[in-house]
């Protein structure tokens, strides 16, 4: 239990309290479990510097506190006086380009964890036919689950649902958009907490604040990126959205790492600290659960439509379209010659270009 709170992201002071001992105790506790607070990576400044550097190219416009949390999922934890030191020379322009962009918040008020989740598909790399579909709880912003796929069908946004549940349980409520994409998940709910009772709440995404909010800050930590990324190459006549062969090369060398770096981020995410409330989603989450594990939200949501989950009231709601998988058939030599040249785990020194274009001659050819 103890290496689940340091987990979470508990101090050693808010660790004695929650299990009711005191801190000489806790020490002690942890010096038999050789469990330790402090355990900082022993690196050198130079080390450090291209890591931090490498860190800022993958993880764009992320600020100090995202960054350390995603040195943190790599494995490399020190201290912030060292960090900020590296960021400063590192990254001024980006350091004065956040403090330019911070918002006023809005009031927003849940219960406990798991009342309410806020569920979404962001499009910012739909031209390339990536779709990011993710999930907030609304009482911690913990990050249920963050995943990109080549398409938007209901059944595939109910399955990166169900990764999240499969996680962090099953949510009192659930709130979307009025997209079509959502129906599979609205019958989910439906059948786990039952109707009249607001199980799938649907509205404008004026009203999904939390998950509104979110993406801006996926983009900016992962999407930006490949977005960038991706337009290089349209632009230097690398890449054409027209062409199938070009597209399906583009998903089979970007898509698991797109998925690789939204693993990472919300990790960070989940355990970095929250300026407004001194905590972290996690921590928060973990709290909130150990205080009310069955909280539910009967009467904090007045006013708000109640689920829906037939085909012509979701189409009634909304008519975006819905994104299929990309339906290309490549033979099983080239198959093979793609694992062998262009693995899933590649690396690269040139963003993956070179990756991207040995695949799309296999594909030519």
């Given at each position: ?31 038999q479990?050789g ?10 400044e130079?080390?450090?510097n291209?890591v ?7 993880f ?10 995603v040195?943190?999922?790599k494995?490399i ?5 060292r960090?900020r ?15 330019r962009r911070r918002l ?5 008020n849940?219960s406990?964890p798991n ?8 499009h ?5 036919h990536f779709?990011?579909i993710g999930?907030?709880?609304?009482f ?15 059944e595939t ?13 099953v ?17 989910f709910?439906?059948n ?5 009772r ?14 509104e909010r979110?993406?801006r ?9 490949f977005y ?6 349209e ?8 062409n199938?062969i070009d ?7 970007f ?5 690789e ?11 970095h ?6 905590s972290?989603p ?19 949501l007045p006013?708000?439509r109640?689920?829906?989950s ?5 189409e009634s709601l909304?008519?975006?379209?819905v ?6 058939s490549?033979e ?5 010659r ?7 785990n ?6 993956g ?13």
């Amino acid at each position: 239990m103890i290496e689940t709170l340091f987990e979470a992201g508990y101090s050693v002071k808010d660790t004695s309290i929650a299990l009711g001992v005191s801190e000489s105790t806790l020490f002690r506790k942890m010096g038999q479990f050789g469990l330790s607070k402090l355990a900082f990576t022993e690196i050198d400044e130079e080390e450090l510097n291209i890591v931090v550097a490498t860190t800022i190219t993958e993880f764009p416009r992320c600020g100090e506190e995202m960054l350390r949390k995603v040195l943190l999922q790599k494995g490399i934890k020190v201290q912030r006086f060292r960090l900020r030191q590296c960021l400063k020379h590192l990254d001024e322009d980006g350091i004065r380009a956040r403090k330019r962009r911070r918002l006023r918040r809005r009031i927003y008020n849940v219960s406990a964890p798991n009342c309410l989740w806020h569920i979404d598909s962001n499009h910012k790399l739909i031209r390339w036919h990536f779709v990011i579909i993710g999930g907030i709880d609304g009482f911690s912003r913990l990050v249920t689950y963050l995943r990109c796929t080549d398409n938007n069908k209901a059944e595939t946004v109910l399955h990166c649902f169900r990764d999240g549940v499969s996680k962090f349980g099953v949510p009192d409520r659930v709130r979307s958009d009025q997209g079509r994409e959502n129906m599979k998940v609205a019958d989910f709910m439906i059948n786990a907490r039952g109707t009249g009772r607001g199980s799938m709440l649907t509205g404008k995404s004026t009203h999904n604040q939390r998950i509104e909010r979110l993406w801006r800050d996926v983009y900016d930590g992962v999407l930006s990126y490949f977005y960038d990324l991706f337009y290089f190459l349209e632009d230097n006549g690398r890449l054409d959205i027209l062409n199938e062969i070009d597209l399906f090369a583009l998903h089979y060398v970007f898509i698991s790492k797109i998925n690789e770096r939204l693993n990472t981020w919300q990790g960070a995410w989940n355990h970095h600290r929250i300026r407004t409330v001194n905590s972290t989603p996690m921590r928060l989450y973990t709290a909130g659960m150990m205080d009310n594990p069955s909280a539910h939200v009967d009467d904090i949501l007045p006013n708000t439509r109640t689920e829906s989950s037939s085909d012509e009231d979701m189409e009634s709601l909304d008519n975006r379209p819905v994104l299929s998988s990309l339906q290309i058939s490549v033979e099983e030599n080239r198959m093979r010659r793609l694992h062998e040249l262009c693995p899933q785990n590649w690396r690269s020194n040139n963003h993956g270009i070179d990756i991207f274009l040995t695949a799309k001659q296999i594909l030519s050819e």
